[in-house]
């Protein structure tokens, strides 16, 4: 059978959902700890790498995909991530033991992280969305229902994804996937209760962002764009054309090419923040006064060691001495 059979024959499937589907997949349910690749993984050419955050909601998506595929025959290896770091080691791991394809189900986090375990290695990475704002599978119009998702795995047509790698003044540098932002957004996302994610979704954000902006210093950040150095309020480096969820950020952005659109809120304090997001769900935050978007290979932030970043919706420490494109694009399946 062709991949575009199998694909067919995958979209057509009416499957039992149960939780019992997971006995037609290999499992692991513990906790990771990075054992030799031979004896951790047989080859499988799937392998699935789930973060458990997604909460049972979303689990039961997964559960239905898996019941999907394993009907049609596709064999695959469903490895649970533990910890910061699992989801990059395990992926890494898999692809080195032959591994044809490695499944990222979770949200844009989990995916960055099984991206960074994938750069240069040549395995294609997929996507099962289980997060709350999914940017990137809405970047790509990916599939969402179990039955669609399941057929474009079976698929693999793919489509270049170039990811960015912001590099801080110590430690290691971290690949996004989607966006990396400086300022008022970082705050909340490292503020940001999961428990209060998990009950109000992306409306947690809002929420967040309310309590933190009396308190919120706005003074300016510096920003260095291909050498030419700015200041702004905020600052979002970004891959993608989408920010938190569908919502239109950069027209211009190409995640496939190398580069970055840099949008620059120019314009600070609480009144001029809750200017710019009631903007964006109208979708004009593109064409606010005080918003700025420049395209740059190059972004760096001179002196901001104290301000905090977030990579992708999830924490990243403080903001980067350095932002370029990582070594090379990854294989992204679309369908």
Same mark, same amino acid.
């Given at each position: ?9 995958? *979209? ?23 054992? =030799? ?12 790498? !789930? ?21 049609? @025959? ?8 533990? $910890?910061?770091?699992? %989801? ?20 844009? $986090? ?13 395995? #294609? ?20 229902? +179990?039955?669609?998702? %399941?057929?474009?795995?079976? !698929?693999?047509?793919?489509? =270049?994804?170039? +990811? ?7 430690? =290691?540098?971290?690949?996004?996937? *989607? ?14 209760? +999961? ?48 920010? @938190?969820? #569908? ?21 600070? @304090? ?30 760096? !932030? ?7 970043? *977030? ?25």
């Amino acid at each position: 059978m062709t991949r575009a059979e199998m694909a067919v024959s995958v *979209q057509s499937h009416r499957p039992v959902m149960r939780p019992s589907s997971l006995r037609h997949a290999r499992v692991r349910w513990e906790r990771f700890t990075p054992p =030799p690749c031979t004896e951790s993984y047989h080859s499988h050419a799937m392998v699935i790498v !789930f973060n458990p955050a997604a909460g049972n909601r979303r689990v039961y998506r997964l559960w239905r995909v898996l019941d999907i595929l394993a009907a049609n @025959g596709i064999r695959c290896e469903v490895l649970r991530t533990g $910890g910061a770091g699992d %989801a990059r080691a395990l992926a890494a791991a898999a692809a080195a033991a032959g591994a044809e394809l490695v499944v990222a189900a979770g949200g844009d $986090g989990t995916i960055a992280e099984v991206a960074s375990g994938l750069i240069e290695t040549g395995v #294609p990475l997929g996507v099962i969305p289980l997060g709350t704002a999914n940017v990137l599978a809405r970047e790509y119009a990916l599939p969402f229902a +179990p039955r669609a998702v %399941a057929a474009a795995l079976a !698929f693999g047509r793919t489509r =270049p994804l170039w +990811p960015g790698l912001a590099t801080p003044s110590e430690g =290691p540098a971290r690949l996004f996937v *989607q966006m990396l932002g400086v300022g008022l957004d970082a705050a909340v996302v490292h503020a940001i209760r +999961p428990r209060l994610k998990r009950l109000l979704g992306r409306g947690a954000y809002v929420v967040e962002t309310l309590l933190r902006l009396p308190g919120y210093d706005f003074s300016p950040i510096r920003v260095r764009l291909d050498g030419v150095e700015t200041e702004a309020a905020s600052v979002i480096v970004t891959k993608g054309r989408l920010y @938190g969820g #569908p919502y239109l950020l950069a027209p211009e952005a190409r995640p496939e090419e190398p580069g970055f659109s840099v949008v620059l809120f120019e314009h600070a @304090g609480p009144r001029a923040a809750l200017c710019y997001g009631a903007a964006l769900p109208l979708g004009r935050l593109a064409r606010m006064p005080g918003v700025r978007r420049v395209r740059a290979a190059r972004v760096e !932030f001179p002196g901001n060691r104290a301000r905090p970043a *977030q990579s992708d919706g999830d924490p990243a420490g403080m903001a980067p001495r350095l932002v370029t494109d990582a070594a090379a694009p990854l294989a992204l399946v679309v369908g």
